[in-house]
């Protein structure tokens, strides 16, 4: 599943070649994704102009403009799922900057949706195990509808910050992972990255989530945090199994992961020795390393 980083990259790639520009057309290839999409979702979109992209938590939100029928601003929401990818093509058949071109796309199994924009740039969204979507809401009521409501701050945010965090873990028996990954107490964390944090904060996975509530755990914990998100960015996101780049090219930052996939390995932590061990929490892989985690 893309994580916060790689969503945000997604996101980046997409801007230059939708922000601004109208949609002169927008194929629907089948009627739903993961879940239904919206009634008349195609027809609803053409015709009207994308004023900017942003990301929450790992939705990539894009706010859409009145058009001729519509009275107030719409936000079409979409979530990669497991194997989601936007490809970018542009207009004149050669590689633009940031872009990938493969030629017009023709019909494949998999793309499902089409974006054709004003400038003859066609972006295509496949998703072969169909576990992405896309939903259109009314931009009045964003914070409160079903797929936002209730998340938590953005890690990369004003609102983080090591006094949130201990706000969130005081009193929580559940494990500090589990406390981690739950996205009402923050928004868009995913396993690989928490693995990662608390490795670099030296807290072990396994603490509950009370036993890091003060100041001087909770202080290292999210600076790990803001720390391996914005390296990740800065890296272009991590690729497993089959995701991509907008521009097509695979990320990279898997190849810096710590512990993250590295059962049985040497810690990489300086004057440590520990072995880096697997262990399953909430059905999930935890990575880390119980000698300099504590």
């Known amino acids: 599943m893309p994580e916060l980083p790689e969503v945000e990259t997604v996101r980046r790639g997409l801007a230059p070649a939708m922000e601004g520009r109208i949609l002169a057309c927008v194929t629907q290839n089948r009627p739903d994704l993961r879940f239904p999409l919206p009634e008349q979702f195609a027809a609803r979109l053409t015709g009207r102009r994308i004023s900017h992209l ?19 601003e719409d936000v079409l929401i979409m979530h990669l799922g497991m194997s989601g990818r936007f490809t970018i093509h542009g207009a004149d058949g050669t590689r633009k900057p940031g872009l990938f071109h ?40 964003l914070d409160t509808c079903r797929h936002l409501a209730g998340l938590g701050p953005e890690p990369l945010g004003n609102e983080f910050s090591a006094a949130m965090l ?3 873990f005081k009193g929580r028996r559940t494990s500090v992972k589990a406390a981690l990954l739950d996205q009402r107490n923050i928004a868009g964390l995913g396993n690989i990255y928490v693995c990662e944090a608390l490795w670099r904060s030296g807290i072990s996975p396994k603490r509950s989530a009370a036993s890091v509530a003060g100041p001087a755990r ?61 262990i399953v929490q909430s059905a999930r892989s935890t990575f880390y390393c119980p000698a300099c985690q504590k």
Not at 57 to 70: M, R, S, T
Not at 123 to 136: E, K, P, Q, S, T
Request: hydrophobic share 35%; with cysteine.
């Open 218 to 278: 909770t202080e290292r914990l999210a600076a790990a945090i803001r720390d391996v998100l914005t390296e990740a960015i800065a890296a272009g996101g991590s690729t497993l199994r089959d995701y991509a780049h907008t521009d097509g090219e695979l990320g990279y930052f898997q190849h810096s992961f710590a512990v993250y996939d590295r059962e049985g390995e040497a810690c990489s932590k300086p004057g440590c020795g520990g072995t880096v061990r697997r």
């Open 166 to 168: 201990t706000a969130r």
């Open 102 to 141: 493969l030629g017009q796309p023709g019909g494949e199994r998999h793309d499902h949706i089409v974006f054709d924009m004003e400038d003859g740039t066609r972006i295509v969204y496949a998703d072969h195990r169909r576990f992405g979507f896309m939903d259109l809401v009314p931009a009045a009521s």
């Open 54 to 72: 942003r990301r929450r938590a790992k939705y990539i939100l894009a706010h859409v403009e009145p058009g001729v029928k519509e009275r107030g």
